[in-house]
């Protein structure tokens, strides 16, 4: 069964390897931490200009409210940020109705955007909001690739606080298949900070023989 997982993990990787990269945040989810009206949800990028709201909540009251994208998670960003359409004042939620799609308007991206809120316009308020947040970008810089899979290898096998906090996740207090898995699924999304990160399929195998040696190792 370890030999199973470990060569499908392979053929996994191989494939993730030959993707190109998407658009910047394509993928990346934030969590909507509530602040008033019982707001909260999980919003995930779908592609460059497409989010998807899974359990949402909201109990509808309140003037004006849009879902709002801002530059960055701050009220501030808001003011100036853009709105979506339709309007959410009058529609409570309690997140058993199924996950909600938006469009962004024409000409607008991702790219542009790093915060989402539930915003009352009428009186500039912020009912919840979250940052968008890549999976599997460990090192924060808005890329899932070889930086990232290196901190997995470099505490392959480890315990916290043995390991780094970074380097697990999955937060179950052990660097594992669990990590690598979130790395992998996510090879390659977001945009290469530079050409150096970008990983081309040929690169594949050479990754592929450290994780075989890494798995060996862990079965030992």
Not at 22 to 40: C, I, P, Q, Y
Not at 173 to 199: C, K, M, R, T
Request: hydrophobic share 45%.
């Amino acid at each position: 069964m370890k030999m199973h997982k470990l060569w499908v993990g392979m053929l996994l990787l191989v494939l993730l390897l030959s993707q190109q990269a998407d658009a910047a945040v394509t993928g990346a989810v934030a969590e909507l931490t509530m602040r008033f009206h019982n707001v909260s949800g999980t919003v995930t990028v779908v592609d460059e200009d497409t989010f998807r709201v899974d359990n949402f909540t909201y109990d509808g009251r309140g003037p004006a409210v849009y879902f709002y994208l801002g530059a960055v998670d701050h009220s501030s960003a808001y003011v100036n940020g853009l709105g979506l359409l339709p309007i959410l004042t009058g529609t409570a939620y309690d997140g058993t109705q199924g996950p909600l799609f938006y469009d962004l308007p024409d000409g607008e991206v991702f790219d542009d955007y790093n915060g989402i809120a539930v915003w009352c316009v009428d009186f500039s308020a912020n009912f919840g909001s979250g940052e968008f947040l890549l999976p599997g970008d460990l090192d924060g810089d808005s890329f899932v690739g070889l930086d990232d899979l290196d901190i997995i290898l470099n505490n392959w096998n480890k315990h916290i606080p043995n390991a780094q906090i970074i380097a697990d996740p999955s937060g179950d207090g052990y660097v594992g298949l669990d990590d690598l898995d979130i790395v992998l699924n996510n090879w390659n999304a977001g945009v290469p900070p530079s050409e150096s990160s970008y990983v081309p399929e040929p690169a594949g195998l050479g990754i592929v023989g450290l994780l075989v040696v890494l798995m060996r190792r862990r079965a030992v």
